[in-house]
T-cell receptor, first 114, second 115 residues
Framework: DTEVTQTPKHLVMGMTNKKSLKCEQHMGHRAMYWYKQKAKKPPELMFVYSYEKLSINESVPSRFSPECPNSSLLNLHLHALQPEDSALYLC?????????????FGDGTRLSIL | AQKVTQAQTEISVVEKEDVTLDCVYETRDTTYYLFWYKQPPSGELVFLIRRNSFDEQNEISGRYSWNFQKSTSSFNFTITASQVVDSAVYFCALRGGTSYGKLTFGQGTILTVHP
């Protein structure tokens, strides 16, 4: 079982809906990440949080809004998404952003935009 | 700039065959970290191994082994006596010492092991 938990597993939403993806880890990690993965492609980094502060935003459209309420939780708020945003969204965590330790990934949320 | 190249898009083998997945990387960082991840159909990326740039020791873990060669900028992964459960997408990834946590992934190799 993965130590990074993502909910929901699947999400179908319309282009005008607002929804949120949730990610939780209890490994005491201080860095958390959001990735987007399209079919048959590698994950693409979206955001990096370090000590609950946004460290990297890879020029992600504003319809994606990350939030890190505490060191264990990471949310991704979605609003007015486009069909091309349909993808697998992966959350990951690591001990520290700049350590040599690996990132541990969750199972992901499969998002479909109608 | 960092780059990871996995030249093999897809590999198909029969059970019990040995298979090697190639990974070549580029970075200007003198300190960097290399990783292999496995992604089964369920979607989760499973961490397999990390190698630091200053540690060129090869490693064996059960049926898995890794060959890190700094001189050729390669970090290849061999599965000995493959099994159907090894079928997955395998990603090689690089994190530079100055990349602020950003992982650069290769395009992935789809491995299919037939019974």
């Amino acid at each position: 079982d993965t130590e990074v938990t993502q909910t929901p597993k699947h999400l179908v939403m319309g282009m005008t809906n607002k929804k949120s993806l949730k990610c939780e880890q209890h490994m005491g990690h201080r860095a958390m990440y959001w990735y987007k993965q399209k079919a048959k492609k590698p994950p693409e980094l979206m955001f990096v949080y370090s000590y609950e502060k946004l460290s990297i935003n890879e020029s992600v459209p504003s319809r994606f809004s990350p939030e890190c309420p505490n060191s264990s939780l990471l949310n991704l708020h979605l609003h007015a998404l486009q069909p091309e945003d349909s993808a697998l969204y992966l959350c990951a965590s690591s001990q520290y952003r700049d350590s040599n330790q690996p990132q541990h990934f969750g199972d992901g949320t499969r998002l479909s935009i109608l | 700039a960092q780059k990871v190249t996995q030249a093999q898009t897809e590999i198909s083998v029969v059970e019990k065959e040995d298979v090697t997945l190639d990974c070549v990387y580029e970075t200007r960082d003198t300190t960097y970290y290399l990783f292999w991840y496995k992604q089964p159909p369920s979607g989760e990326l499973v961490f397999l191994i990390r190698r630091n740039s200053f540690d060129e020791q090869n490693e064996i873990s059960g049926r898995y082994s890794w060959n890190f060669q700094k001189s050729t900028s390669s970090f290849n992964f061999t599965i000995t006596a493959s099994q159907v459960v090894d079928s997955a997408v395998y990603f090689c990834a690089l994190r530079g010492g100055t990349s602020y946590g950003k992982l650069t992934f290769g395009q992935g190799t789809i491995l299919t092991v037939h019974p």
